[in-house]
């Protein structure tokens, strides 16, 4: 049977290259929008010419309290769309970014931050994992930053770093359904994360291509080859692992 994804913010960015490297790699997907139906509708019409299925489904996973009707519509898509009851790969990527000194951060943008890189990954897995096949894959996204700090990215950082140890007890309790948890940690892209910073500003692109030992700023096509890879059926037995895609970003 042709393997699942399910993407959390697949309409743009990193969500759309894994989305269709991971079609490519014959992968049907199920993606996640927050407010961009236009965009999520392209991704979907991509995937379907390369030959797969794919559905585009409203989220917004700052808000928990729509986590288990989500649930109930994913099990719905399964049903009539898939003909199947259950889905292979669980990628929560979606999130926003926040740039402020942590003196000034106010406890609105902390709070942001935490729905979306802590209550989102925790509690929407929690519901989704019982919709997944034994067997299957979690990757949860994380940060370059956990490890490389750059000074304004504080609260973003540090509910990045409870993703990480997400990864770990996931990991740890879904072993006897043989399900295999990684996180991955992309470096500096070229997306409109952040308003395009590092992909539009020049000098702050260059500043961070000289600090990284393949000499450039990564590419979205670079982390969606990655999460092919990490996602590849030969690849289950990486387990646990925070994996860092950042071409060797401050090493």
């Known amino acids: 049977m042709t393997k699942l994804a399910l993407i959390t913010g697949g309409s743009r960015g990193l969500g759309r290259s894994m989305a269709l490297h991971l079609a490519r790699k014959g992968r049907d997907i199920i993606l996640t929008y927050q407010r961009d139906k236009a965009s999520a509708d392209e991704v979907v019409e991509a995937i379907k010419a390369k030959g797969q299925r794919a559905v585009a489904l409203q989220l917004d996973v700052a808000r928990a309290e ?42 609105e943008q902390f709070m942001q931050m935490m729905n979306e890189h802590i209550k989102a990954p925790f509690f929407l897995s929690q519901r989704l994992i019982p919709l997944m096949a034994d067997g299957g894959r979690i990757l949860n ?37 043989r399900i295999a948890v990684n996180t ?19 000098d702050v692109n260059a500043q961070i291509a000289a600090i990284t030992a393949l000499g450039r700023v990564g ?33």
């Open 66 to 107: 729509t986590f288990s009707s989500f649930a109930e519509t994913v099990k719905m898509v399964l049903r009539d769309t898939f003909n199947r009851s259950e889905f292979d790969y669980l990628i929560n990527n979606a999130g926003s970014g926040l740039h402020q000194n942590l003196m000034e951060t106010t406890e």
């Open 141 to 177: 996204v994380s940060s370059g930053l956990t490890r490389i700090i750059h000074p304004g990215y504080g609260a973003y950082a540090i509910m990045k770093t409870a993703v990480e140890a997400l990864t770990l007890y996931l990991a740890k309790e879904l072993g006897p359904r």
């Open 184 to 202: 991955l940690a992309p470096g500096a892209i070229e997306t409109d994360f952040r308003g395009g910073a590092v992909r539009d500003n020049k």
């Open 219 to 251: 590419l979205p096509d670079d982390i969606g080859g990655v999460v092919a890879a990490i996602l590849d059926d030969e690849a289950g037995w990486i387990n646990g692992q925070r994996i860092e895609a950042s071409g060797g970003q401050a090493i």
